[in-house]
């Protein structure tokens, strides 16, 4: 503190000193008085210097557009500014340009501004005042001593000791010669982005009371800032040194920017002060690069920047963060002696010279992770106050660490070649093996972790064992690389696991492990892993994980939440010898699982299904036979399987379902597709399941025998791990195994009306009949057979068992068309009138035949069309029971056993029609099922 305060009277001092020679021409400066343009020419012209006069900016800029005389002024005032946006604009070619700072960057000027003010004369302005200008030529208030965008100076360009009141604006000018602001004072904004120095630039001892903006500036000479003073922010970011630059003694009140700068030459940093955050990411160091004794008050950012020589931070002070992460130091670098009163972070740097740290005092954490020390490092004396983190740094050279004082952790995840054996061993503190490589066999057996413990993005080479090891703080092993088996069994985490983006590339055994917090195996890679009578008492996530093998979770106890959101999985088994229950909801939407078997489980909480694939296949897998097994589970809670895809062979046995199950949109066949999947259903138990009927397979893809059930891989295995002998014979499946599907379609049916669903029940209603159908036809029963064979003559075949209304209405048609042309063509057809018969007086849908046949000779003779039309009314009267008018047509007594045929035929018919449309159109069957 103590240094701070004397580098800070320091630096006030040389601000006063460089300010007071302008109080002290205050008197002076323009005590001549007023210069008219053409005396201040004249004088010009006579190679003489304007001294102590009151300018007018405007009448200057008019001399400079007029001449290319040599511009001397001293110990005056410049009124209104000196506005160069007067000068015309013209166009510049490339050869017109200064030969440097090079070709590049001569094209790409020339691509962003085609236009550029010519200035020809040389200009010296010694301690004179510069005023601002109020408005620019558009009359757009503008506070501005120096308005010079775009302005190329072929000349010398001279402020020495000028006091700027405004703005001073050079952005994208161009400084062929030497640019000299000594000693000047810019009180307001001073804009330098884009400009090109060609010559040297001079800025030493310049007090910028504003922002300070060299963004992209090129200073192709040297480039002088030596005790200048930066009142508030000096930017420098993309700005090119090609030659030495020199910021020494140099003070920063607000934020230096020195982002993407290159610095080709020596970089003269010493003493330097940084009151604020001085940035200097991704700088490029081409030379030496000096920061001797230079104190940051703020962070230091080096980020990604590039040290191509050496590096020279000695006695430096840095007291907020200094950040040097991702930094290269191509030559020696050297940190001796230097205090990090904060966190010092050299993460991932690259020091392929000698680095030295030597004696250097870390008051904060110190974090080397990931640092790559290509020559010696030496640390010796170094003093570590906070936690000193070298994980996984790389140490290609002697490593120094003699007498270093460690007073906190100390982080050393190093590269195990041989095997790494930590059986029984305790850990009390924080445990950090990050990014620790284990290249042979890793022993963790029986390990106590009673704190953190770190193993993200650990490499385990080979096996790596875990077995009964106990971690009673949260446990992190994201994104760690098991290459080998892996063996966590009879484990015991206290606290929150993590695994998340794991990779084990081989077995991976979590038997009998206990996880009492939440656990995470999110975006995991697996072979196989075995997590059979593991308990989870929290939330376990396996959301976007793969299994290229088995995933066994048989016996597992789910107490909390379990996601398998988005997981991919080759097989899956959840099979338990006994009923497992579990208590928690099981998270299964999007997941794409190829192979299933779940077997005796009780889900007591709510599972959900949806948008998961069954049989869900690779490129390389197109041609491959899944199955998934579905069998004695019980859902005590909802069931979702909305949009659920099975592509599967997919088997439903002793399910259910004690309260909701729905199958919206769940797709059990693909449309247009030979090869669907098969599909078992047996002794399913529902409450109310949510599905169409459409969704359903197809009956010929559904399996209705015994030996053909569905069988998972898991049934595979069990049969051949325990073959029958040869003298024992294939046990008879009792009548029981297997559920008669018309059972299933009338569980169906009821559920489709009890939802209102009729079209869905009149289906599941059809299908039932036809299977009791083809099991009475299969059967040996004659007289069901009969009885079954006459229902569907009588009662099938006219409308689907009351439940296909076209055959009714297509039936009818078909029956009044061929009565019709009977009668048309056998039939004496003649018309008898009201007055002629009084027995048709009353007329109703139940008169016999006998009053519309007649043995009376035909008085007249109807042909043709007249003919067909009496033909059709005729038949109408008899089968549709409507259609006579106020006058009758008999006929001839030839046709009485067609017209007694027609009789009752109608009222059959009829009779087919009424029961089928009830049964078909909803609103009528709401008024029958309202009547009765």
Excluded at 204 to 209: G, I
Excluded at 640 to 646: G, H, P, Y
Excluded at 823 to 838: I, M, N, S, W
Aim: net charge negative; with cysteine; aromatic share 18%.
């Amino acid at each position: 503190m103590k240094r701070f305060l004397i580098r800070a009277l320091l630096i006030f001092i040389c601000f006063c000193l460089n300010i007071a020679p302008a109080f002290a021409e205050e008197v002076k400066r323009g005590h001549n008085g007023p210069v008219k343009k053409t005396e201040m020419r004249v004088i010009f012209e006579n190679g003489e210097t304007v001294d102590g006069r009151v300018i007018n900016g405007n009448d200057l800029i008019e001399i400079i557009k007029e001449t290319d005389l040599f511009i001397r002024i001293k110990n005056s005032i410049i009124e209104k500014g000196l506005d160069f946006e007067r000068l015309p604009p013209e166009p510049v070619k490339k050869e017109a340009l200064p030969k440097e700072p090079g070709e590049e960057y001569r094209k790409k000027i020339l691509k962003k501004h085609k236009k550029f003010r010519i200035v020809n004369n040389e200009i010296e302005i010694t301690n004179s005042e510069i005023q601002s200008r109020s408005k620019d030529l558009r009359g757009t208030p503008y506070q501005s001593s120096v308005f010079a965008p775009q302005t190329i100076f072929y000349k010398n360009l001279s402020f020495w000791t000028v006091t700027f009141k405004g703005n001073t604006d050079f952005n994208s000018a161009i400084f062929s010669r030497r640019a000299d602001f000594f000693s000047s004072a810019f009180g307001s904004l001073a804009d330098f982005a884009s400009a090109a120095f060609s010559g040297p630039a001079f800025f030493n001892s310049a007090v910028f009371s504003s922002r300070a903006g060299f963004g992209s500036a090129t200073f192709n000479g040297a480039a002088y800032f030596g005790s200048a003073v930066f009142g508030r922010d000096a930017e420098f970011w993309e700005a090119e040194f090609m030659g030495r630059a020199s910021f020494n003694s140099a003070a920063v009140t607000g934020k230096a920017d020195f982002r993407s700068a290159m610095f080709n030459d020596y970089a003269d940093f010493r003493s330097a002060e940084f009151g604020g955050y001085a940035d200097f990411r991704s700088a490029e160091f081409g030379g030496y690069a000096d920061f001797r004794s230079a104190a940051f008050k703020g962070c230091a950012d080096f980020r990604s920047s590039v040290f191509s020589r050496d590096a020279e931070f000695w006695e430096a002070e840095f007291s907020g963060y200094a950040f040097f992460n991702t930094t290269i130091f191509s030559g020696d670098t050297y940190f001796k002696s230097v205090i990090f009163r904060s966190k010092a972070d050299f993460t991932s740097a690259a020091i392929i010279g000698k680095a030295y740290f030597r004696s250097a005092i870390f008051t904060g954490d110190a974090d080397f992770r990931s640092a790559a020390f290509t020559g010696d490092a030496d640390f010796s004396s170094s003093v570590f106050s906070g936690y000193a983190d070298f994980t996984p740094a790389t140490f290609n050279a002697k490593a120094d660490f003699g007498s270093a004082a460690f007073r906190d952790k100390a982080y050393f995840d190093s590269a195990f070649r041989g095997d790494a054996n930590f059986k029984s061993a305790s850990f009390s503190g924080y445990t950090y093996f990050r990014s620790a490589t284990f290249g042979s066999n890793a022993y963790f057996d029986s390990a106590s972790f009673r704190d953190y413990t770190y193993f993200r993005s650990a490499a385990f080479r080979s096996n790596a064992y875990f077995d009964s090891a106990s971690f009673n703080g949260d446990t992190d092993f994201g994104s760690a690389v098991f290459s080998g088996d892996t063996s966590f069994s009879s484990v015991i985490f206290k606290d929150k696991a993590d695994f998340t983006s794991a990779i084990f590339s081989s077995d991976a055994s979590f038997r009998e492990s206990v996880f009492s917090g939440e656990v995470f195996f999110r975006s995991a890679a697996f072979r196989s892993a075995d997590f059979i009578l593991a308990i989870f008492t929290e939330s376990l996530y396996f959301q976007g994980a793969e299994f290229s093998g088995i995933l066994d979770i048989g016996d597992s106890k789910f107490r909390g939440y379990a996601d398998f959101r988005e997981t991919r999985i080759r097989k899956l088994v959840s099979k338990s010898e006994s009923p497992n229950v579990v208590k928690a909801p099981a998270d299964f939407r999007k997941a794409k699982i190829s192979e299933a078997h779940f077997q005796y489980i009780i889900f007591e909480n709510e599972v959900d299904f949806s948008d998961a694939e069954f049989g869900a296949t690779d490129k390389n897998e197109k041609d491959s036979k899944f199955a998934t097994v579905f069998r004695s589970i019980t859902f005590k809670s909802n069931a979702d399987f909305i949009r659920t895809k099975f592509s599967c062979d997919t088997a439903f046995e002793m399910i259910k379902f004690r309260k909701d199950v729905n199958f919206k949109h769940a797709r059990f066949k693909e449309e247009g597709k030979d090869n669907n999947p098969r599909f078992w259903f047996s002794y399913i138990d529902f409450k109310n399941l949510l599905i169409k009927w459409e969704q359903l397979p197809e009956i010929e893809n559904i399996v209705m025998t015994y030996d053909k059930k569905i069988k998972s891989f898991r049934d595979i295995e069990e049969e051949q791990e325990h073959p029958r002998s040869q003298g024992e014979k294939k046990a008879e499946p009792t009548p029981d195994q297997l559920e008669n599907l018309s059972e299933f379609f009338q569980d169906l049916e009821a559920n489709f009306r009890s939802q209102d669903q009729l079209e869905d029940a009149n289906e599941a209603f059809f299908h039932t009949k036809m299977l009791d159908l083809e099991a009475a036809r299969k059967g040996e029963d004659t007289w069901e057979r009969v009885t079954k064979e006459l229902e569907w003559i009588f009662w099938g075949i006219p409308c689907g068992y009351g439940t296909k209304i076209w055959r009714v209405v297509w039936g009818i048609l078909i029956f009044h068309l061929f009565f019709s042309i009977i009668y048309f063509a056998k039939g004496g057809l003649f018309r008898v009138h009201e007055e002629d018969d009084t027995n048709l007086k009353e007329r109703s849908i139940f008169d016999f035949p006998n009053q519309y046949i007649s043995d009376a000779p035909c008085t007249e003779n109807y042909e043709g069309e007249e003919k067909l039309k009496m033909a059709h009314r005729f038949s109408m009267a008899f089968l549709f029971k409507f259609g006579r008018g106020k006058d009758t047509v008999k006929i001839k007594n030839t046709c009485k056993y067609f017209v007694w045929t027609e009789w009752v035929l109608g009222f059959y018919l009829w009779f087919c029609f009424v029961v089928t449309s009830s049964n078909t159109f909803p609103l009528i069957n709401r008024l029958i099922e309202g009547v009765f």
